[in-house]
């Protein structure tokens, strides 16, 4: 039985840890490519780029915990607008399906 070198296995391990994270680098690039003339909002605090403020904003607030007061405040402004869109979404949501599912009932009570 032969035993390895550990110095050539770490440098191995990290070379092979070297190119994971290359490609995992490589991919995060390719994810988040901007196209040209587009408009980005990066993250101040990785790069990430964001295609709305409030979206950079909502980011910055539940990724990264050091917020000036400026970033806070930002963040919970995004995160109330967020709020009200959900609450409004929802509303929608539940008037069409109370209107479908009453609109199917009546159908089939009139031609069933
Ligand atoms: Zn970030």
């Not at 405040?73 to 479908?100: K, M, N, P, Q, W």
Request: net charge negative.
């Amino acid at each position: 039985m032969t035993r390895a070198d550990p110095t050539t296995n770490e440098h191995e391990r990290n070379g092979r840890e070297s190119d994971a994270v290359d490609a995992v680098d490589a991919a995060a690039v390719e994810r988040y490519a901007v196209p040209p003339g587009a408009t980005a909002y990066e993250c101040p605090r990785c790069g990430r780029p964001f295609a709305h403020e409030r979206h950079r904003d909502l980011h910055l607030g539940q990724s990264h915990g050091d917020l000036t007061d400026d970033e806070r405040d930002a963040y919970a402004a995004a995160r109330d607008d967020e709020t009200d869109d959900l609450r409004h979404f929802r509303i929608v949501s539940l008037g069409l399906l109370v209107l479908f599912y009453f609109g199917f009932l009546f159908l089939f009570a009139i031609f069933g």
